[in-house]
């Protein structure tokens, strides 16, 4: 006797899904999608990002690696291992790390962060080939470039230099352990100022002032390149299968583009993470004369062009620790709602919010952080808000740059840690002056990366569907009154930075003699 209703057939065998890896400067995720775009299972892993000495920003990069893996090993158990068709990478730009002949570390990871190489950038920037070294590596001559990292260890660290087999990136360092393969993609490397742009290949002169050679760096590799598989360590750590595919994959902020679903003329991309930036994709590699805009690689045909800063949400960490250190370890919520008792202004106080120097526009490691206009009337809550109000105005400064290089901005799309806040996001579309767009659910650089992984693999035709699988679920519009406020306090702002050039350099020359600790026998 047949049963009532239809006969239940055979399960559908679940999408398949590409983990897309995002390795940052604070944490790791790894995201699991389809090629719907659904977000199927994800997971997170912290380090710390050490300052061993003002000036310095450094991590451990077997840290990160493990980091890498317990994220893979927590998405593969949530997913199945079956049900992975690859692996795709995004990475944080502009890091150094030195390796022995068997791959083993000779130096700190040294990220973008460290300022180190000042004084050897701001001499290849002064000098007469600077801003055409720019033009055709397309990464700014600033201390965040492994370029100047490079000089900076020429000149202060010979001996380890003459040790050191192969300098790189912190991508290319986990791909060597996870894959036995040591190769770099276009796109971190068009954000070391080593590559020159036009031919995708290590730049003669750049290659002279770092002091290394072709042979000293990773093969270099499109975006897209599939590597073989893991390596028989890294399949049984991950619980993948050792012929699981291998994207390459790109650096952090391109990919955010992707990520965001900015991938057409005219859309810009907004991060406000540890640091922060401003990007837009073109068909073809721009620098503006004046110097002012990074361009680097995203895919065959594809290029970013716009601005970073180093000073996003580590501000905010550093107002909680340095303003409010009795709200504990996780002050963000509290200090934002002081900030929010606050109008737009701050009451007159401006910050320079360049606590780790500053990169966009002016691309110069001289400025650091100040509070200007202070008065006795000012307390906590106008501190912690002209802080926030101080990365958007950098922000503003970028936006700037870009229209002046002749882009179209007629959209912003916004993603980052800053984005789960009402008020930082009604901020930034005030001192923008623009509508700013959200896509909640996307982690823009590791959904980026798995985008990019499924174009490689051929699960998409192109990245292009980007545009369509990332929706705006929420809009925030300037609102008039705050956003005159700021647009009449960015020319106040910007005049800050020349103004104080002089006390900031002179500041420099000083700081040896001026220790942030007193000595052991003044304790």
């Given at each position: 006797m047949s049963p009532a209703g239809p006969q239940a057939g055979p399960a559908e065998d679940p999408a398949p899904v590409v983990i897309g890896v995002d390795i940052g400067t604070t944490a790791t995720k790894a995201v699991a999608f389809t090629a719907a775009g659904e977000l199927v299972?994800?997971?997170?892993?912290?380090?710390?990002?050490?300052?061993?000495?003002?000036g310095r920003a450094e991590q451990d990069p077997e840290l990160i690696l493990g980091a890498v893996l317990e994220c893979l090993r927590s998405v593969v158990r949530e997913v199945g291992a079956p049900r992975v068709a690859g692996l795709s990478f995004s990475a944080a730009m502009h890091s150094l790390l030195g390796l022995s002949a068997d791959g083993r570390p000779l130096t700190p990871l040294v990220t973008w962060a460290d300022a180190r190489a000042g004084e050897q950038a701001e001499r290849l920037r002064a000098g007469a080939g600077g801003l055409a070294l720019h033009r055709r590596t397309g990464t700014p001559v600033h201390p965040m470039s492994p370029l100047t990292k490079l000089v900076w260890f020429r000149e202060e660290r010979p001996q380890l230099c003459a040790r050191v087999a192969c300098w790189a990136g912190i991508k290319e360092f986990v791909l060597l352990r996870l894959c036995g393969e040591l190769v770099t993609d276009h796109s971190v490397a068009s954000a070391t100022g080593l590559m020159n742009l036009q031919d995708l290949d290590w730049d003669a002169e750049a290659l002279e002032l770092a002091g290394v050679t072709p042979a000293r760096l990773p093969r270099l590799v499109p975006t897209t390149e599939v590597l073989p598989g893991l390596t028989a360590g890294a399949a049984h750590a991950t619980g993948l299968p050792a012929a699981t595919p291998v994207v390459v994959g790109a650096g952090d902020g391109p990919l955010a583009n992707l990520g965001l679903g900015a991938v057409r003329p005219g859309v810009v991309a907004c991060s406000i993470?540890?640091?922060?930036?401003?990007?837009?994709?073109?068909?073809?590699?721009?620098?503006?004369?004046?110097?002012?805009?990074?361009c680097y690689a995203l895919t065959p045909g594809r290029w970013v062009v716009g601005g970073a800063v180093n000073n996003g949400g580590v501000v905010l960490g550093w107002a909680g620790d340095a303003l409010a250190p009795e709200l504990g370890d996780e002050p963000e919520e509290e200090l934002l709602a002081l900030a929010e008792r606050v109008p737009a202004g701050a009451g007159g106080l401006v910050m320079l919010p360049y606590l780790l120097g500053e990169r966009a526009p002016r691309w110069t490691s001289v400025p650091r952080g100040a509070y200007v206009g202070l008065t006795r009337a000012h307390r906590r809550e106008h501190l912690v808000r002209a802080a926030l109000e101080g990365v958007c105005q950098q922000l503003?400064?970028?936006?700037?740059?870009?229209?002046?290089?002749?882009?179209a901005v007629e959209q912003v799309r916004a993603t980052g840690g800053f984005a789960r806040s009402p008020l930082w996001r009604q901020l930034l579309a005030d001192v923008l002056g623009l509508d700013v767009r959200f896509a909640e659910g996307h982690d823009g650089s590791g959904f980026g990366a798995a985008l990019l992984g499924m174009q490689a693999l051929g699960l998409v035709a192109s990245v292009d569907v980007a545009a369509e699988l990332v929706q705006v679920d929420a809009t925030v519009r300037p609102r008039p009154a705050d956003a005159a406020v700021h647009a009449a306090l960015r020319p106040v702002f910007e005049g800050l930075h020349d103004a104080l050039v002089p006390a900031f350099t002179a500041l420099r020359q000083l700081a040896p003699s001026l220790p942030l600790e007193p000595g052991p026998g003044l304790r």
């Open positions: 299972a994800g997971a997170s892993a912290e380090y710390p990002l050490e300052e061993p000495r003002p993470g540890t640091s922060g930036a401003l990007r837009v994709v073109v068909d073809r590699p721009v620098v503006d004369p004046r110097g002012q805009v990074f503003a400064l970028v936006l700037d740059s870009m229209r002046a290089t002749g882009l």
